[in-house]
């Protein structure tokens, strides 16, 4: 059982058919959820929930973000615009372990189309049980924060 934290989610459309799963998990592993997705089948358009779960992520407001749509990509483009958000889009366990120890990934971004509502859960479990590992992570990454730092104010 790891520390409660706080959780943004949001979805399209297309992630619409695993929202409740997702929901339902992060709620039972006792986190708190901030719900932002889109509620119904109409055709939305995916930056107007990546971005506003990536702001929060960026403002401290939550903790960690999950982001799902029909491929997990859009999500994860637009999410990455926002300053201070490092999102992935995870297929397996593996894969977000190792952006979690590796590259202190603060977003996680699935894919309704192409994966199962159990290798989903078992992704979510996976990624928010896991610590960013430092050490020599910590210098690649904050050369990440400092090239980002450093273009905030161009256009
Ligand atoms: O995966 C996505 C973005 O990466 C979207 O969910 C997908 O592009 C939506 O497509 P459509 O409007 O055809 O339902």
Known sequence: MGSVMKVAVGNDHRG??????VLGLLAELGH??????????AGVDY????????????AGK???????CATG??????????HGVRAVNSR??????????HNDSNILCLAADLLGEDQI????????LTDFEGGR?????EKVDAYEKSHENRS
């Not at 619409?16 to 799963?21: D, F, G, I, M, N």
């Open 121 to 128: 859960e078992r992704i979510i479990r996976a990624w928010l």
């Open 73 to 82: 990509h859009g999500m994860c483009i637009a999410a990455n615009k926002v």
């Open 92 to 101: 397996d366990v593996i894969d977000a372990e190792l952006s979690r120890r």
């Open 62 to 68: 939550a903790d960690r973000g999950v982001l799902i």
């Open 16 to 21: 619409l058919c695993v929202r409740p799963r």
């Open 137 to 141: 992570h910590t210098r690649r990454r």
């Open 47 to 58: 930056p107007d929930y990546a971005i506003p779960v990536a702001e929060e992520v960026a």
């Open 32 to 41: 708190e959820v901030h719900d932002l997705g889109a509620s119904g089948p």
